[in-house]
């Protein structure tokens, strides 16, 4: 064999024993496993089937706001219930059902296309929807033909709900049947990482979602080692020593119980002993992949979020790594935010909307927020600092266009 060859190079690799992986489906972050490989989630399970119980007899389903940090179910619980209730509904009841993730579709436009492109079978429709061309209006005109033409009900969720554009969409679907567009009922499952979101709608947009709300909480260490060994058949038999499960799920337990991350220090842990070619995936395998995941989750924590977000978490990444201290007083923050925004260009925030936003990072577990007593004289100030290493956050903000004109 050549060595310089390309299609001896790929034949060689793709010809290659794989004695790590069995399935690497089941590491697969968005995938939904049987209901045998769901863990402590029968609560949330249980209310959020209350809420769609309607819809299996033909009638309206309540809408529901789901909160909950990154990694605690609650797209995989979603998604398992409503096709639940797809089976199980009555033989003569059709349900439609669709997953829309809004931070790919974050525009109304996109949003409406993309649920009646997903949800239309061509053969009983007679209606051929184009992915891009038409105006906002004639998609909807198009969705609300699909859903009528083919379901009694449609279940939609709407994951990362917060990155939508504007509320146009939540009101347009949750008003379809009062305003004669549809005669199917419409159930909205939106899905949340900010627990405030539901409080910043617009109030005609609350009156019309009559919503309930669902909190996920985070999981336990234990939850955590059950979700991995019920993925381990992912693995050949007897590849992982006995220390790697509980280990990735120490370290997914220390970042506020997020399952994403510990599956993804697992998988990783594999890859790396598969391009080790190692016959074992060991401990040493999952401290080097801790910091891969590490990375990874920050990327996606942050990928869709607004600019201003991002400089402030710039400006505590560069606080953090040019001083000795880890935490800082949110007035020193602000005035790191001010510089940075003044050097890019930008326009600065309120404190109080710069306040907000802080808040809002702490509670997706990028930020940690805690008060500290300066005395009698000084009172009580808060105090922030990062969890994630400030070198990998402020790497990470780089690759946004606006943060490359900061030079610290």
């Not at 639940?84 to 009555?90: L, M, S, W």
Request: aromatic share 6%.
């Amino acid at each position: 064999m050549s060595p310089g060859n390309p299609t001896d190079i790929a034949e060689d690799v793709f010809s290659q024993d794989d004695n790590i992986f069995a399935n690497r489906q089941l590491l697969n972050i968005g995938h939904v496993p049987n209901p045998d490989r769901i863990v402590g989630r029968d609560d949330e399970i249980r209310k959020l089937a209350e809420q769609l119980r309607g819809a299996i007899d033909g009638h309206a389903p309540d809408n529901v706001i789901i909160y909950g940090k990154t990694g605690t179910g609650k797209s995989l619980v979603s998604k398992y219930v409503m096709t639940r209730a797809q089976e199980t509904a009555e033989s003569a009841v059709s349900i439609g059902t669709v997953y829309l993730d809004c931070s790919e579709d974050n525009t109304e436009t996109q949003a409406v296309s993309s649920l009646a492109r997903r949800l239309n079978q061509q053969d009983i429709t007679g209606t051929a929807v184009p992915p891009t061309g038409l105006s906002t209006a004639k998609y909807y005109k198009h969705f609300w033909e699909i859903i009528d033409a083919q379901f009694d009900v449609a279940i939609i969720i709407l994951d990362e709900v917060d990155l939508l554009a504007n509320d146009d969409l939540l009101m347009k679907l949750s008003r379809a049947e009062e305003a004669d567009k549809v005669d199917c009922h419409i159930g909205i499952i939106a899905i949340s990482n900010k627990i405030q979101y539901a409080e910043d709608l617009n109030e005609r947009v609350k009156s019309s979602l009559r919503h309930k709300e669902l909190f996920f909480q985070p999981y336990d260490a234990t939850q955590l080692r059950d979700i991995l060994q019920n993925r381990t058949d992912a693995f050949q038999t007897d590849v992982l020593t006995d220390d790697v499960v509980p280990l990735c799920a120490a370290f997914a337990a220390q970042e506020h119980g997020d399952a994403r991350k510990a599956i993804d220090i697992l998988r990783h842990a594999g890859k790396i002993a598969y391009k080790q070619g190692a016959k074992m995936v060991t401990e040493a395998h999952v401290r080097e992949a801790q910091q891969y995941a590490e990375k990874d989750r920050f990327r996606e924590l942050i990928d869709g979020a607004p600019t201003q977000a991002k400089t402030i978490l710039m400006a505590l990444a560069e606080l953090s790594l040019n001083a000795e201290a880890e935490a800082f007083p949110t007035r020193k923050v602000f005035e790191q935010y001010q510089l940075i925004c003044k050097q890019i260009g930008m326009d600065e925030l309120t404190e109080r909307r710069f306040r907000d936003i802080l808040k809002e990072q702490a509670f997706l577990g990028i930020v940690e927020i805690h008060k500290k007593n300066q005395g009698l004289a000084g009172g009580v100030n808060l105090e922030n600092r990062l969890i994630e290493d400030p070198e990998i956050v402020k790497d990470i903000l780089r690759e946004d266009n606006r943060m490359n004109g900061w030079h610290d």
